[in-house]
């Protein structure tokens, strides 16, 4: 592995173990068995590190969508479904940003940006999956507003469901997980048609 990849993977490790502001470059380099000048000579501050990982996770986001695109009909509920519990996993995988990310993104005005960039995209895939939902049929036609207000309701279930456990005290496991899809489901069913509702 790559010193700098080297450097975010366990830079995720302790941000998700400890958060960002308990941990320094210096406690990176020693976990990751390099020098602190080898650490900056591939990233200035921990900034630097926190806008590199998001870089992952923007990577990491579109390609676990578009595994779901080869293997699920566009519009289903099974692709909407399934895009749910990737969201979560993906989630899980850098929690760190989740727990922290109106913290991260008010502080940081270039992350701030790239993030805006990425949820709009997110949502944007959303809007794609709802179309062809419409187009096949096993979603309902709606309005320009209606469909907003549809992308808004699943988006923040996605988003922040993970957070919603976490606070309420809830351990991230299979169960609740299910629990998620399962209000996710909830949100849907005024959307469906009769085939797509029967199909299940």
Same mark, same amino acid.
């Given at each position: 592995? %790559?010193?700098?990849?080297?450097?975010? =993977?366990? #830079?995720? $490790?302790?941000? =998700?173990? @400890?958060?960002? %502001?308990?941990?320094?470059? *210096?406690?990176?380099?020693? !976990? #990751?068995?390099?020098?602190?000048?080898?650490?900056?000579?591939?990233?200035? *501050?921990? +900034?630097?590190? &926190? @806008?590199?990982?998001?870089? $992952?996770?923007? #990577?990491?986001?579109? +390609?676990?969508?578009?595994?779901?695109?080869?293997?699920?009909?566009?519009?289903? &509920?099974? #692709?909407?479904?399934?895009?749910?519990?990737?969201?979560?996993?993906? *989630?899980? @995988?850098?929690?760190?940003?989740?727990?922290?990310?109106?913290?991260? &993104?008010?502080?940081?005005?270039?992350? %701030?940006? @790239?993030?805006?960039?990425? =949820?709009s995209q997110m949502q944007d895939m959303i809007r794609?999956?709802?179309?062809?939902?419409i187009a096949n049929g096993s979603i309902k036609?709606?309005? !320009? !507003?209606?469909? +907003?207000?549809?992308?808004?309701?699943?988006?923040?279930? !996605?988003?922040?469901?993970?957070?919603?456990?976490?606070?309420?005290?809830?351990?991230?496991?299979?169960?609740?997980?299910?629990?998620?899809?399962?209000?996710?489901?909830?949100?849907?069913? $005024?959307?469906?048609?009769?085939?797509?509702?029967?199909?299940?």
């Amino acid at each position: 592995m %790559k010193t700098r990849d080297k450097i975010i =993977n366990i #830079a995720i $490790q302790l941000f =998700n173990e @400890r958060g960002t %502001k308990a941990i320094t470059t *210096n406690h990176i380099a020693t !976990a #990751a068995g390099i020098s602190p000048g080898n650490l900056y000579y591939h990233f200035r *501050n921990k +900034e630097d590190i &926190i @806008r590199a990982i998001f870089e $992952q996770m923007d #990577a990491y986001g579109v +390609e676990q969508y578009q595994i779901i695109l080869n293997n699920y009909p566009l519009g289903t &509920i099974e #692709a909407l479904e399934q895009t749910f519990i990737m969201i979560q996993k993906y *989630n899980w @995988r850098y929690r760190f940003f989740k727990r922290e990310l109106t913290a991260l &993104i008010m502080n940081d005005t270039l992350l %701030k940006e @790239r993030f805006h960039t990425t =949820n709009s995209q997110m949502q944007d895939m959303i809007r794609f999956t709802i179309d062809g939902g419409i187009a096949n049929g096993s979603i309902k036609p709606m309005g !320009a !507003a209606n469909k +907003e207000h549809f992308v808004d309701a699943i988006w923040l279930v !996605a988003l922040f469901w993970l957070n919603y456990l976490e606070v309420g005290g809830e351990e991230v496991n299979k169960a609740t997980l299910k629990r998620g899809n399962d209000v996710l489901r909830t949100v849907l069913s $005024q959307y469906l048609t009769t085939d797509s509702t029967n199909c299940k």
